[in-house]
């Protein structure tokens, strides 16, 4: 059997990346389906190459989808017989934990899937939308049925209607990816993808997984994986979490179902909770980040952020603000130049690559920072000018682009509360 991986011409914003170098579970879209097709021995075609003989099996996808080996197995499972087949989602809270913003169409009551299997017929080379179009004409679908749990977390903001967020856990994952939201949800759902995967590759940890039972607390459940070199302080807490080599996690940190990269520095008293984070990244002490992802080398601080996407090289501070919990309505976000509901409650921003972030900075639900922004103080909030001497426990104000005494500042002030 080979694959071929037909470029599709998705473009993330606001990165400007190309679809199959979107940041997913620790490595690039490309490098994961890669992966995959290795994992089950499928030989990957150039898009250019001679056009598939007849009688033989061809694997045709976009660069834009993202599955999983589990889901790749399934397909090739249902695929009987000889002719064309595509592979359908059931309805349930997997397909629609990922589905908005992306172009599945329901039929039948099965979501399709851009993931198609020739056998027996010739494949030609052609443009995406064309080829995806006349392999859709007479496509047999093929249901990808597989084992789906649901974790309910309460969606916490103000006024109603207060609703639960389904976290889909399942092996079986097929995606298109076209925005960056689709990059911050499946990274949500692979630190716990991806470390099962890495338990069932393991006799036994394999065995371990299968007698978890139904209690996520157990210990199994709470296992992590340490790359080498990872220096670990003794205060720290990690639990279900996968760590690239060379990681530094130091004093009171605690990390929860995240993937950290190699040569990542996380600094003092920081959380992480279902977080992802590429190589070489640096958290400042005292942070907290909830569902977020950061692309390699970006240098992130700030007391609370949540559902948000960071991108190559961003600097954020601690004095930024992305809202994540809109108040009248579900969080839209641009596409296309298009404001497009997503149904959501909770979505954060996305910060381009090589943005610089800084002071007194507020970003709505769901708005995009294009790459290279900088946002910073005005000058007259910052103090340029320091006098040649200061009075010790002599208290000084800012005043223009300097710092005064405060009775030479504000001649008549009293401090009422210590009077």
């Not at 911050?184 to 590759?201: I, K, Q, V």
């Not at 006799?203 to 007698?211: F, L, N, T």
């Not at 003794?234 to 950290?260: H, N, Q």
Request: aromatic share 8%; glycine share 10%.
């Amino acid at each position: 059997m080979k694959a071929r991986i037909v470029p599709s011409g998705v473009v993330i914003e606001p990165f400007g990346d190309p679809a199959a170098e979107a940041f997913l579970g620790g490595e690039t879209l490309g490098a994961a389906v890669a992966g995959v097709l290795g994992r089950l021995g499928i030989a990957s075609l150039a898009f250019d190459a001679p056009v598939s003989e007849a009688g033989g099996e061809t694997l045709l996808l976009p660069d834009n989808l993202f599955l999983t080996r589990e889901a790749l197995r399934l397909f090739l499972a249902g695929c009987n017989g000889a002719g064309v087949f595509r592979a359908g989602l059931p309805p349930g809270p997997l397909p629609d934990y990922l589905r908005p913003l992306s172009n599945l169409v329901n039929r039948d009551g099965l979501w399709l899937t851009d993931l198609f299997l020739v056998r027996g017929d010739s494949v030609p080379s052609l443009p995406w939308l064309e080829l995806r179009e006349r392999l859709s004409a007479g496509a047999r679908v093929v249901p990808v049925l597989a084992e789906v749990a649901v974790e309910r977390l309460p969606q916490i903001r103000p006024g109603p209607p207060r609703q639960e967020l389904l976290l889909p856990r399942s092996l079986s994952i097929i995606a298109d990816v076209r925005h960056w939201v689709h990059v911050l949800w499946l990274n949500h759902l692979l630190p716990w993808l991806r470390l099962r995967e890495r338990w069932l590759d393991a006799p036994a940890w394999r065995r371990a997984w299968r007698s978890r039972g139904r209690d996520p607390f157990r210990r199994a459940a709470r296992q992590s994986i340490v790359g080498k070199g990872c220096d670990i302080h003794p205060t720290a807490w990690i639990e279900g979490c996968i760590l690239g080599r060379d990681v530094k996690v130091s004093a009171f940190v605690t990390l929860r179902e995240c993937i950290v990269g190699d040569v990542v520095e996380i600094n003092e008293h920081s959380k992480l909770r279902r977080s992802v984070l590429g190589e070489k990244c640096l958290v400042l002490n005292d942070s907290y980040f909830d569902g977020c992802t950061g692309y390699p080398r970006a240098t992130l601080a700030n007391v609370l952020v949540r559902n948000s996407v960071f991108g190559r090289r961003v600097f954020l501070t601690s004095a930024v603000m992305f809202w994540d919990e809109p108040v009248l309505e579900p969080v839209s976000v641009v596409a296309g130049g298009v404001e497009v509901p997503t149904g959501r409650w909770q979505v954060g921003g996305c910060a381009g690559h090589g943005s610089i972030l800084g002071t007194r900075a507020v970003f709505l639900p769901g708005r995009a920072v294009p790459n290279g922004t900088i946002v910073v103080m005005r000058p007259d909030e910052g103090t340029l000018k320091f006098p040649a001497r200061v009075e010790p426990r002599e208290p000084y104000v800012p005043m223009g682009d300097t710092v005064l005494p405060l009775k030479e500042a504000l001649p008549d002030f009293r401090a009422l509360e210590v009077e």
